[in-house]
């Protein structure tokens, strides 16, 4: 039978990025392991039922299918979270979105937080897990993203996280919240990007909005004071090159002590205003 040691020397991702540690995860998944124990134990031998999946798990990997959706699963702040194809993959620059939120609203008090597209429900769920006292709706038009999202909060037993099917504000009538949040589609109908890497997989209605990339960040501008609270937040994910412009939005839209927060790789990735 192939080792451990043997079976990740064999794989061979010639188009990853990162094709080691997509090889360890996916053998690490098939054998329900983590992957600090194929570092332990390289000489361990591997069942052949084993080795059958790890290879079909290689394949789907070698035409570019990303790894959270042939392994059903992709961690995120301190969850890990269930992902489909129809929901975008949470990434670490969104993380950022999740602090700067919670820099807003310091301290544990109960406040009314809502979460737009939100998808897996990767950033509703973060915060839900960081602040106990507030209730936080996440709302999306994907009818399978809302049942997934809800899946997500019931299996990590977050119950002060509820999901709704809504196209952005549209079933919100009515209601206020002391934030908003959202990573909203932001890449330009043109992106190249849109045609390679793992972003091929992932659904475009997560990730385009119209020439410049910016029609769905200007409707939630131009729509969230009617749903944001006296002196509430709205804090956006946009991209690495559109803070001046979504600044300008905020500005536009009414909004006070407007700023940018810079990511790891110090782009400015996320824009904040207030209302009045």
Request: net charge negative; charged share 20%; glycine share 10%.
């Amino acid at each position: 039978m192939a080792t451990i040691d043997s079976l990740l020397r064999a794989a061979q991702l010639p188009d990853s990025p990162s094709a080691k540690l997509d090889a360890e995860w996916l053998l690490a998944a098939v054998l329900g392991r983590s992957p600090s124990y194929l570092r332990t134990w390289p000489e361990r031998e591997v069942l052949p039922e084993d080795e059958a999946r790890f290879v079909a798990h290689l394949e789907r990997r070698r035409l570019g299918e990303p790894v959270a959706y042939i392994l059903g699963r992709q961690g995120f702040w301190s969850l890990e979270l269930e992902v489909a194809p129809h929901t975008l993959i949470p990434r670490p620059d969104t993380e950022l979105l999740v602090e700067t939120a919670m820099k807003v609203l310091p301290g544990g008090g109960a406040a009314s937080v809502l979460d737009l597209g939100t998808g897996t429900g990767a950033i509703a769920l973060a915060l839900a897990s960081e602040r106990p006292a507030w209730q936080i709706t996440g709302v999306d038009r994907v009818t399978e993203a809302v049942a997934l999202a809800a899946r997500n909060a019931q299996r990590l037993g977050l119950g002060n996280a509820a999901f709704h099917g809504s196209h952005w504000f549209s079933s919100l009538r009515g209601q206020r919240f002391e934030l908003i949040v959202s990573n909203p589609p932001y890449i330009p109908a043109s992106d190249p990007h849109l045609s390679q890497g793992d972003v091929r997989f992932e659904p475009s209605s997560a990730l385009v909005s119209g020439v410049d990339g910016l029609d769905d960040i200007r409707l939630i501008i131009a729509q969230a004071p009617d749903y944001l609270s006296s002196s509430g937040w709205l804090v956006l994910e946009h991209g690495y090159d559109q803070a001046s412009a979504v600044r300008s939005l905020l500005s536009a839209g009414g909004f006070v002590d407007v700023a940018s927060c810079r990511d790891f790789g110090g782009h400015e990735r996320v824009s904040l205003g207030r209302l009045p």
